[in-house]
């Protein structure tokens, strides 16, 4: 039987958990949420549990927002069969904002005062600090997946889970605004630590709720993607690149690696590279129309040409570009012992365009910071270029 963690059982001990700390700063109540930018991409799980093989391939109706979302509204159907779950190690400390619906914010036992934009409309948002250890991917028969779909749209509704993430870790939860501090680029509030319970950031106070060890506790979906009409297996598309209204699809392929969680990787990294050259033309298409962006990509220089600053934005814009088929592994024998190559077809959305872009900005700002080459005016300049993306 696995090791199961509900965050029912923290509810009733949150309320002393985190003592107030005086900062030194005023702070006020938030009648209206604070939504913070981007969207919800990954979401907190109504259960913790220690295995969450049986979750990849559960289906999420249409029907259920992201405010609603949790796996306790995902199901199994016929067509769930050609979806399995693939267990990858991972590694690395993380802090990310996650969304939860309504049944997990109660869960919770504080009262949020942040969200973050859903598909439709805001949900709730979480904090996370962790360490990831592992996560599961859907490993998609493709061309199975589709024609189940097609055959059975009943069997096939909306999104379907697609990843769980497991780690050691700390739920934080917004509780008040802040009011009184230093106040950074765009009027967010500058990240002021108080003790290992509370901090502030975003504008406002996270308070520690609970925390979890070795637990798969959160989740991301996928849509299912209908083949090219002239593809005739699962890997066609890399010759033939799928083509969306709603965004762009890459495809990114990695060197010969000694494993596959490696070339996996390289694959996903390949592929937001091109993430952030797309993003780059499409600021300069806007500073057509605004002489400060204009003026930063200039001052910027050939900084795009460098792979440090290149890989620092792909870091940036990694949560908003979405692995959605992969091939391989293709295996190599070599002196050096056996290598796979993997290929994934990635998919960025046009609605994340603007907030890739402002990364962009900000990133090569840090860029020319580090070096010595940001003048008091020429971060006014990237100040008011990143305001005037839109």
């Not at 990831?132 to 096939?156: F, H, S």
Request: hydrophobic residues 35%; neutral net charge; proline residues 4%.
């Amino acid at each position: 039987m696995f090791r199961r963690l509900s965050i029912a059982f923290v509810a009733a001990t949150l309320v002393t958990a985190c003592p107030k700390t005086n900062s030194g700063f005023e702070t006020d109540r938030v009648e209206r949420p604070i939504v913070l930018p981007g969207k919800a991409s990954v979401f907190v799980r109504a259960t913790f549990d220690s295995d969450a093989s049986n979750l990849i391939g559960q289906f999420l109706p249409d029907s259920v927002g992201d405010e609603q979302a949790d796996e306790s509204q995902a199901g199994r159907t016929r067509c769930s069969e050609f979806i399995k779950p693939k267990k990858i190690a991972a590694s690395g400390e993380v802090e990310d904002v996650f969304g939860a619906s309504a049944s997990v914010g109660g869960k919770v036992g504080v009262k949020g005062v942040v969200q973050i934009q859903g598909e439709r409309k805001a949900t709730n948002a979480v904090r996370i600090k962790y360490t990831a250890l592992e996560k599961y991917v859907a490993d998609v028969d493709t061309k199975g997946l589709y024609e189940c779909c097609q055959n059975a749209p009943d069997q096939c509704p909306g999104r379907y889970i697609s990843q769980t993430l497991a780690g050691d870790g700390r739920i934080f939860v917004a509780t008040e605004k802040q009011n009184s501090v230093g106040v950074e680029a765009e009027g967010s509030f500058k990240h002021i630590p108080i003790s290992a319970d509370a901090f502030y950031k975003d504008g406002v106070k996270w308070e520690r709720t609970t925390e979890f060890k070795g637990q798969h506790f959160a989740f991301s979906m996928s849509r299912v993607l209908a083949p090219s009409p002239i593809a005739t297996n699962s890997c066609d598309w890399v010759n033939n690149i799928p083509r969306s209204l709603d965004g762009q699809y890459f495809v990114g392929v990695s060197e010969p690696m000694p494993s596959e969680r490696v070339a996996r990787d390289m694959a996903m990294r390949e592929a937001r590279a091109q993430v952030v050259k797309y993003i780059g033309e499409y600021l300069e298409q806007g500073s057509s129309s605004s002489q400060n962006i204009k003026g930063a990509l200039g001052a910027a220089g050939g900084e795009l040409e460098q792979n440090s600053t290149v890989d620092a934005i792909a870091n940036g814009v990694a949560k908003l570009v979405k692995d959605e088929r992969w091939c391989g592994p293709e295996k190599s024998e070599t002196p050096k012992g056996t290598l796979q190559t993997m290929k994934v077809l990635a998919f960025f959305p046009n609605s994340e365009r603007a907030a890739a872009a402002r990364i962009q900005l900000q990133t090569l700002m840090d860029v020319l910071k580090q070096k010595g080459k940001l003048t008091p005016a020429l971060e006014a300049q990237f100040q008011k270029s990143i305001a005037d993306v839109k």
